[in-house]
């Protein structure tokens, strides 16, 4: 099933696909966690995106069509994938339908003192980037991760001026998909509210998964 996971930052996007993944044995495909590993690399676009992502803004559509086409082009991602944190605007939404055909977009509904509690709590795996939370999903030791012994850290774009930039970015450039979608048949509402156990229940069940 190719699907797209829609929302703001901060909604439980990455932390619900890691548990679609394993369920629809799918590629999880989060545009952040690839810019995030080229600038932990250093590599050529590590270093072009690291300061716009820092500062909460989008790296340019241009740069991000082009990463995504060459993804979905890999073997992998023939029969299915989750794309989380893509598209995030209008033309990003264009260009994908043509070179990929999605099946479903999931639009994670949330409010927004869900999506501030979420992110300026978040602390991220910096080797395989899993998501916890310093109130909500503690790693067993502190600044370890229980998976792969990374170390935990906070993203330097969940800091507050960074997070309040991302919310005006989500509503003025990646809300109006809601509406892109949902007039082409495919928008799944599902309530982002809960911990993320009830809100597979409810993806499966909107999904028939
Ligand atoms: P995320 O992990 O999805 O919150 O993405 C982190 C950051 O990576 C965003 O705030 C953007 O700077 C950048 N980014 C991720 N996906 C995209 C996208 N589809 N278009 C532009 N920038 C993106």
Redesign the pocket.
């Known amino acids: 099933m190719k699907l797209i996971f829609l929302g703001p930052?901060g909604a439980g996007k990455?932390t619900l696909a890691v548990r679609v993944k394993e369920l629809l044995k799918t590629p999880h495909i989060?545009?952040?966690?690839i810019?995030?590993d080229a600038i932990g690399a250093k590599s050529p676009l590590g270093l072009k995106?690291k300061a716009?992502?820092d500062a909460?803004?989008?790296?340019d559509?241009e740069t991000?069509i082009a990463l995504v086409k060459e993804r979905l082009e890999q073997a992998d991602a023939q029969e299915g994938y989750i794309l989380?944190?893509?598209?995030?605007?209008t033309a990003?939404a264009e260009a994908l339908e043509t070179f990929s055909a999605v099946d479903k977009v999931v639009n994670f509904d949330i409010p927004d003192s869900g999506v501030m509690e979420r992110l300026s709590g978040r602390r991220v795996c910096r080797k395989c980037g899993f998501n916890f939370h310093a109130v909500f999903n503690k790693p067993k030791k502190e600044g370890v991760c229980d998976f792969c012994g990374g170390e935990v850290y906070i993203r330097e774009?969940d800091k507050p001026s960074a997070i309040a930039k991302?919310l005006d970015?989500y509503r003025a450039q990646t809300q109006p998909l809601i509406d892109f979608y949902r007039k082409k048949g495919l928008l799944i509402d599902i309530d982002a509210s809960p911990l993320v156990d009830e809100i597979l229940v409810g993806f499966r069940k909107a999904l028939g998964v």
Do not use: M, W
């Open positions: 930052p990455g989060s545009t952040g966690a810019f995030r995106v716009v992502i909460g803004k989008l790296v559509d991000t989380d944190g893509f598209p995030r605007t990003q774009d991302r970015v």
